[in-house]
């Protein structure tokens, strides 16, 4: 029946109104509808969320990577991988749990989804998380931090340098003369003809 109901659903002509279908879907617990009708009225926050209150793990994991363009979708996995651990009714055993707070944690950093402030508050705002699961994470986005900090060190040397170098050419051409015996510009390689003045050609 289950499949009958399906077929129905999916067809392209079956004419029904989509909010009350998924009504009765859920009436009869009828899951592959349900999943059908969220995605084709793409309330994909909404199916996340229908998965994680039947504790549908891969389900989870599943819509995130489904639509992992959704930033906050990640952080609604995130939160609720994180808090299987302080929640008595889970069913989950401690080694999945921490696999699935690996798993939502590798994905974000990969794709560069949130950023690490955001991982690290919403970690910390669950006990149930242990420091040896984010601590390979956090030794990462510390090694990172410190290499851009590093990085723009780096930088803002070149460009005092920089500055420096121009302040001297500037002050060279405010009080020492200068001769110019070029007969073609150097940018566009076009003729000098006097009295035409070529400064700075682009």
Same mark, same amino acid.
């Given at each position: 029946r289950h499949a009958q109901a399906l077929t129905l659903l999916q067809h392209p002509a079956a004419g029904y109104d989509e909010q009350h279908a998924l009504l009765l879907c859920k009436q009869h617990r009828f899951e592959r509808g349900i999943v059908f009708l969220y995605e084709?009225?793409?309330?994909?926050?909404?199916?996340?969320?229908?998965?994680m209150q039947r504790q549908n793990h891969q389900g989870v994991l599943h819509t995130c990577f489904r639509f992992r363009e959704q930033p906050q979708m990640w952080l609604e996995a995130l939160r609720y991988?994180?808090?299987l651990g302080s929640d008595a009714g889970s069913s989950s055993s401690l080694a999945e749990e921490e696999n699935l707070v690996t798993a939502v944690i590798d994905a974000i950093e990969r794709d560069r989804l949130l950023p690490?402030?955001?991982?690290l508050?919403?970690?910390t705002q669950h006990e149930g998380?242990?420091?040896?699961?984010?601590?390979?994470?956090?030794?990462?986005?510390?090694?990172q931090a410190h290499s851009i900090a590093e990085e723009r060190g780096r930088e803002a040397a070149r460009f005092e340098e920089d500055a420096?170098?121009? &302040? !001297?050419?500037?002050?060279? =051409? #405010?009080?020492?003369?200068?001769? $110019?015996?070029?007969?073609?510009? &150097? !940018?566009?390689?076009?003729? =000098? #003809?006097?009295?035409?003045?070529? $400064?700075?050609?682009?």
């Open positions: 084709r009225l793409q309330q994909h926050m909404a199916l996340l969320r229908h998965y991988v994180a808090s690490p402030l955001a991982v508050r919403t970690l998380v242990r420091f040896a699961v984010v601590r390979d994470y956090l030794a990462r986005q510390l090694q420096r170098r121009m &302040s !001297a050419e500037i002050t060279e =051409l #405010e009080t020492q003369p200068r001769v $110019f015996q070029l007969s073609k510009c &150097s !940018a566009c390689h076009n003729p =000098l #003809e006097l009295p035409t003045v070529h $400064f700075l050609c682009m």
